[in-house]
């Protein structure tokens, strides 16, 4: 947890230098809403973050993580991102539709890994068009 | 701090109640941006909250508050509001101009108070036009 919410930080500071404003929020205690790990936004777009730090891939995602970035983002009016970090591969932003389906939920193996957005492109809005194209 | 945390919770099932996602934002340790107590949006508006609670009025509220939450409220993209909280008087939501200037800051008073929000309109679009035009 320590480790994780370290990379969170990192996050939040990459959001905040390319002119985000990024706040961690808290897992919810006893409030049981569902509530993503940061909350970014610049004027323009929001951004909710879910993210998962790992030591390796696939990363394995339970159905209600998902859902879960769904309810609010849609109540909240954001778009969802799944954030996923890798040592020594960095970080890698999906859109929800880029997940694959397993059984009990969602997987990031290396294909869905490496056709998420790099940062530079989560932040720019030129690049980014093309996950909406 | 306690107590504080016991109405920032109420303020955000408040929010959830009528269709907005709300979130506490934690008091921010080692990271030192500008960052408010709750960000609540409906995919329509969105809003930066600073929550003072008091036992009585008025409320004196620091210039570094009010600056803080005007820098976040500006980068993310959010309406600036204060949430004023007085036993037996309930919520009032004030927006920056209506405060009142003091030497090392800003005063909630009666009348500043009661020029306030209500948490119906803060939440109604209609009602709440009348703060802009």
Chains 1, 2 share one sequence.
Do not use: C
């Not at 320590?2 to 969170?8: L, N, P, Q, S």
């Not at 309810?71 to 778009?79: L, W």
């Amino acid at each position: 947890m320590k480790k994780g919410y370290r990379f969170e930080r990192e996050l939040i500071h990459m959001f905040w230098r390319r002119g985000f404003a990024a706040v961690r929020v808290p897992a919810s205690g006893s409030i049981s809403y569902p509530v993503p790990d940061i909350i970014a936004g610049n004027g323009n777009r929001y951004l909710a973050i879910e993210v998962k730090m790992r030591s390796k891939l696939p990363v394995y995602i339970p159905r209600e993580d998902v859902e879960n970035l769904i309810k609010f983002s849609e109540t909240f009016g954001a778009e969802p991102f799944i954030a996923v970090r890798i040592p020594n591969m960095g970080w890698r932003f999906l859109s929800l539709n880029n997940l694959k389906r397993t059984k009990n939920g969602y997987k990031v193996d290396d294909e869905v890994f490496h056709s998420g957005l790099e940062f530079d492109e989560l932040v720019s809005n030129v690049r980014q068009k093309r996950l909406f194209e």
